[in-house]
């Protein structure tokens, strides 16, 4: 069988650029050749721990040098990697860690509280990484393992239809579901977007500030820069200031984000004393706004490269790419290797594929399609027809080629570049003792995009400040609602569904 690690990309970058600088965190500089000894001396540590083959590690840590050197090392050692999203609640986090059956949890020390409840619910070892916390009680070390044993050598070899990393997202249930992405997949998804969606190069700086638990971060950030040995340089918490700061001071050349960051760049550029000049700029996670878009090109004179992805594609799927030109407000074209067409949206049962302008449903086939959702046969074969994905977005694609999306064919909120699914935050609502019936809309932000608000039904007096403060004890950071109304009943339909457009409609422009 073909054998590919993901492991790879940080090993040949070791050995192609070993005294090149491929991290900057902080003060800290670390080379290719030093991150990768630190990689394999933190896999010896997991194998000393009992991880191995066919072991799944979970990693909760945020942007900082610690999360290669575990990623690389749980991959190196031969294990899946479950990345833990840092907003998520305790219950949300054990949640993931028995759905993935996940043998161990890495958590960084800043993050020891609610990884030690999570894992505890979850019935799983939890150890720590980073400074070392204060206490007697608390997690052993990875370093402590890592340094009582040698390196190993090189990487498990793994085949490439193995699975590397599992993203957790969530279903149109609300429900969250772990995507499978194989190593081949993401061996891929990294190459194309380095190689050839975008002109990089080896002294290239890349900003690292989207979240590296995030595909997008983790895959088209991480991955793409080790692929060709650029340096990444790391922010732990993202604002406007921070970023274009880090971004002088250290000659960034590419910044990836979300509409978000380039919203809060552009704020922050009308009081900074000097702006950076980066060569190319990419922006995924949600449509960025045209207006936003010139703005950016005339306040730091550089063109931004739209593109489009999922988790279940690994991420990447179409992008404005140089080769094909640039156009606002589109997607531009699939990457290399990749298929993506307009098929009819209502036909669910096969691919009934389109002509050119048509609006219906985008569909992906090619080498970035995930293996399907972890012990969800069902929903795999929902998601993936004749070879297709179906994304569950509405869009066009015009005889140039170029993909615009229209809407969502779904009720997914993006937020801020993160997905939220509504259901899952009605599940949690519709347990308050005052709430009678609720639906969970996106309503226009200007900064995140959309943000998240309830409809509520309620037979008490109940106010919107009770109910958000109840929501955050309860839901991740980006997940509860920030905007409450209440009404006296919600627009039903003749199957007796919550009409949701209407109350996007009469509820969304208050």
Same mark, same amino acid.
């Given at each position: &069988?073909?054998?590919?690690?993901?492991?790879?990309? *940080?090993?040949?970058?070791?050995?192609?650029?070993?005294?090149?600088?491929?991290?900057?965190?902080?003060?800290?500089?670390?080379?290719?050749?030093?991150?990768?000894?630190?990689?394999?001396?933190?896999?010896?540590?997991?194998?000393?721990?009992?991880?191995?083959?066919?072991?799944?590690?979970?990693?909760?840590?945020?942007?900082?040098?610690?999360?290669?050197?575990?990623?690389?090392?749980?991959?190196?050692?031969?294990?899946?990697?479950?990345?833990?999203?840092?907003?998520?609640?305790?219950?949300? &986090?054990?949640?993931?860690?028995?759905?993935?059956?996940?043998?161990?949890?890495?958590?960084?020390?800043?993050?020891?509280?609610?990884?030690?409840?999570?894992?505890?619910?979850?019935?799983?070892?939890?150890?720590?990484?980073?400074?070392?916390?204060?206490?007697?009680?608390?997690?052993?070390?990875?370093?402590? $393992?890592?340094?009582?044993?040698?390196?190993?050598?090189?990487?498990?070899?793994?085949?490439?239809?193995?699975?590397?990393?599992?993203?957790?997202?969530?279903?149109?249930?609300?429900?969250?579901?772990?995507?499978?992405?194989?190593?081949?997949?993401?061996? &891929?998804?990294?190459?194309?977007?380095?190689?050839?969606?975008?002109?990089?190069?080896?002294?290239?700086?890349?900003?690292?500030?989207?979240?590296?638990?995030?595909?997008?971060?983790?895959?088209?950030?991480?991955?793409?820069?080790?692929?060709?040995?650029?340096?990444?340089?790391?922010?732990?918490?993202?604002?406007?200031?921070?970023?274009?700061?880090?971004?002088?001071?250290?000659?960034?050349?590419?910044?990836?984000? +979300?509409?978000?960051?380039?919203?809060?760049?552009?704020?922050?550029?009308?009081?900074?004393?000097?702006?950076?000049?980066?060569? *190319?700029?990419?922006?995924?996670?949600?449509?960025?706004?045209? $207006?936003?878009?010139?703005?950016? #090109?005339? #306040?730091?004179?550089?063109?931004?490269?739209?593109?489009?992805?999922?988790?279940?594609?690994?991420?990447?799927?179409?992008?404005?790419?140089?080769? /094909?030109?640039?156009? $606002?407000?589109?997607?531009?074209?699939?990457?290399?290797?990749?298929?993506?067409?307009?098929?009819?949206?209502?036909?669910?049962?096969?691919?009934? %594929? %389109?002509?050119?302008? #048509?609006?219906?449903?985008?569909?992906?086939?090619?080498?970035?399609? /995930?293996?399907?959702?972890?012990?969800?046969?069902?929903?795999?074969?929902?998601?993936?027809?004749?070879?297709?994905?179906?994304?569950?977005? *509405?869009?066009?694609?015009?005889?140039?080629?170029?993909?615009?999306?229209?809407?969502?064919?779904?009720?997914?909120?993006?937020?801020?570049?993160?997905?939220?699914?509504? !259901?899952?935050?009605?599940?949690?609502?519709?347990?308050?003792?005052?709430?009678?019936?609720?639906?969970?809309?996106? +309503?226009?932000?200007?900064?995140?995009?959309?943000?998240?608000?309830?409809?509520?039904?309620?037979?008490?007096?109940?106010?919107?400040?009770?109910?958000?403060?109840?929501?955050?004890?309860?839901?991740?950071?980006?997940?509860?609602?920030? !905007?409450? !109304?209440?009404?006296?009943?919600?627009?039903?339909?003749?199957?007796?569904?919550?009409?949701?457009?209407?109350?996007?409609?009469?509820?969304?422009?208050?």
């Amino acid at each position: &069988m073909t054998q590919l690690s993901l492991a790879t990309v *940080l090993a040949e970058g070791a050995r192609r650029y070993p005294g090149k600088v491929a991290v900057i965190d902080g003060p800290q500089r670390i080379t290719y050749h030093d991150l990768w000894e630190q990689a394999r001396s933190c896999a010896a540590g997991l194998q000393q721990l009992g991880v191995g083959p066919g072991s799944t590690v979970a990693v909760l840590i945020p942007n900082v040098a610690d999360f290669p050197r575990v990623y690389y090392a749980a991959l190196a050692a031969g294990a899946r990697v479950v990345p833990v999203h840092l907003l998520l609640t305790a219950e949300e &986090m054990a949640y993931i860690l028995r759905d993935s059956g996940t043998d161990l949890l890495v958590a960084h020390s800043s993050q020891l509280e609610t990884a030690v409840t999570a894992a505890h619910k979850a019935g799983v070892e939890v150890v720590s990484v980073g400074p070392r916390p204060d206490g007697n009680d608390t997690p052993r070390r990875l370093e402590d $393992a890592a340094a009582a044993v040698e390196p190993l050598r090189s990487y498990v070899s793994r085949e490439a239809e193995d699975i590397a990393v599992v993203f957790y997202t969530s279903g149109t249930t609300g429900e969250p579901k772990g995507a499978l992405l194989t190593h081949l997949n993401l061996v &891929m998804n990294a190459t194309v977007n380095v190689f050839d969606a975008n002109e990089v190069h080896v002294d290239d700086v890349v900003l690292g500030c989207l979240p590296l638990f995030h595909t997008f971060g983790q895959t088209v950030g991480m991955n793409g820069t080790f692929r060709f040995g650029g340096t990444l340089v790391l922010l732990a918490r993202f604002t406007g200031e921070a970023a274009i700061e880090l971004m002088v001071r250290e000659n960034v050349t590419v910044f990836h984000g +979300v509409p978000t960051m380039y919203i809060g760049l552009l704020e922050a550029a009308a009081k900074a004393e000097k702006l950076p000049a980066p060569r *190319l700029c990419v922006s995924g996670g949600a449509s960025l706004p045209v $207006a936003v878009l010139e703005k950016f #090109t005339e #306040t730091f004179h550089a063109t931004i490269y739209e593109g489009y992805g999922l988790s279940e594609t690994s991420p990447t799927a179409t992008t404005n790419q140089p080769a /094909f030109g640039t156009r $606002a407000g589109t997607i531009g074209h699939p990457v290399w290797g990749v298929e993506v067409e307009i098929a009819r949206a209502e036909v669910e049962e096969r691919i009934e %594929l %389109l002509p050119t302008g #048509t609006l219906g449903e985008i569909v992906i086939r090619g080498h970035n399609v /995930f293996a399907g959702y972890l012990n969800r046969p069902e929903a795999t074969g929902q998601a993936v027809v004749d070879g297709w994905f179906r994304s569950g977005d *509405l869009g066009t694609k015009d005889a140039d080629g170029f993909i615009t999306i229209v809407d969502r064919k779904k009720d997914l909120i993006i937020r801020g570049g993160f997905n939220v699914y509504p !259901r899952e935050i009605e599940e949690v609502l519709a347990r308050h003792p005052g709430v009678v019936q609720v639906a969970v809309i996106g +309503v226009p932000h200007d900064v995140h995009g959309e943000e998240i608000c309830a409809v509520v039904v309620t037979d008490q007096e109940l106010t919107a400040d009770e109910l958000v403060e109840w929501s955050k004890e309860r839901l991740g950071k980006h997940k509860y609602p920030r !905007r409450v !109304r209440f009404v006296d009943q919600l627009p039903m339909g003749p199957s007796f569904k919550v009409l949701k457009r209407e109350l996007r409609r009469t509820v969304g422009g208050q």
